[in-house]
T-cell receptor, first 113, second 112 residues
Framework: ETGVTQSPTHLIKTRGQQVTLRCSSQ?????VSWYQQALGQGPQFIFQ???????GRGNFPPRFSGLQFPNYSSELNVNALELDDSALYLC????????????FGPGTRLTVT | SQQGEEDPQALSIQEGENATMNCSYK?????LQWYRQNSGRGLVHLIL?????REKHSGRLRVTLDTSKKSSSLLITASRAADTASYFC????????????FGKGTTLSVSS
C-alpha cells in the first residue's frame, strides 16, 4: 500500500509569483483535502476534492485553487503569492468524503520572499 | 479559524513519566481525533473517539472525552524520547467528512 506523497519538499518563491503543489493520494482513496499550516499553528482547511470536484472550502481567497485528476492525485495552485502564504502545505487523503480518518503526506514547505 | 485549543502549549518531561495534554473545542462534534506531528512534517493519526464514547485506549495512549465540557485529554504513559513531537486534537465540527478543525497543538519534549 502506497502512502500519501507530496512534491516538491521545499519551494522558495517571490511575492506575486504563482506556485503549484502536487499530491498523490493513498491507494484506494478517492478524496483529497489540502491544509495550510503556518509556523506554530495547527493546520487550517483550504479545500477538499472528491471525484474531481471541489467538495468543500475553508476561508481562503479564490487565488487558492485546486484540481483532482482521474487517478485521484491532486494539485494546489496559489496565484499572486503573498508573504503570508509562507507555510507548510499538507495534503490528506481519505477513503471517501464522509471518512473521519485522514492520512497526511509529509507536506511541502513554501517560503515566499 | 481554530476549533480546539490545546493546553499546555508546551510540556517537558523525563523518559518514563506520563504526559497529559488537554483540548477544548467550541461546537458539537461527531468525533474527536488526536494527531502527532514530528518536526513540522506530516501528521500521523493516533486515535479517534466518537461523541458517544467517554474513554478509549490504544497501546500507551488513553483518550477521554467530555462532551458536556467540550473537552478531551490525551494521556501518554511511560513516555519515550521518540514521543517528542507536537500533538493536535481535531474535530469535525459536527459534520461528517470534509474539514478537520485543528487546535494549535501541544509541543511535547521527552528527555532521556
Amino acid at each position: 500500500e502506497t502512502g500519501v506523497t507530496q512534491s516538491p519538499t521545499h519551494l522558495i518563491k517571490t511575492r506575486g509569483q504563482q506556485v503549484t503543489l502536487r499530491c498523490s493520494s493513498q491507494s484506494g482513496h478517492n478524496t483529497v483535502s489540502w491544509y495550510q499550516q503556518a509556523l506554530g499553528q495547527g493546520p487550517q482547511f483550504i479545500f477538499q476534492y472528491y471525484r474531481e470536484e471541489e467538495n468543500g472550502r475553508g476561508n481562503f481567497p479564490p487565488r487558492f485553487s485546486g484540481l483532482q485528476f482521474p487517478n485521484y492525485s491532486s494539485e494546489l495552485n496559489v496565484n499572486a503569492l503573498e508573504l503570508d502564504d509562507s507555510a507548510l502545505y499538507l495534503c490528506a487523503s481519505s477513503l471517501r468524503p464522509t471518512s473521519y480518518e485522514q492520512y497526511f503526506g509529509p507536506g511541502t514547505r513554501l517560503t515566499v520572499t | 479559524s481554530q476549533q480546539g485549543e490545546e493546553d499546555p502549549q508546551a510540556l517537558s518531561i523525563q523518559e518514563g513519566e506520563n504526559a497529559t495534554m488537554n483540548c477544548s473545542y467550541k461546537t458539537s462534534i461527531n468525533n474527536l481525533q488526536w494527531y502527532r506531528q514530528n518536526s513540522g512534517r506530516g501528521l500521523v493519526h493516533l486515535i479517534l473517539i466518537r461523541s458517544n464514547e467517554r474513554e478509549k485506549h490504544s497501546g500507551r495512549l488513553r483518550v477521554t472525552l467530555d462532551t458536556s465540557k467540550k473537552s478531551s485529554s490525551l494521556l501518554i504513559t511511560a513516555s519515550r524520547a521518540a514521543d517528542t513531537a507536537s500533538y493536535f486534537c481535531a474535530t469535525d465540527g459536527g459534520q461528517a467528512g470534509t474539514a478537520l478543525i485543528f487546535g494549535k497543538g501541544t509541543t511535547l519534549s521527552v528527555s532521556s
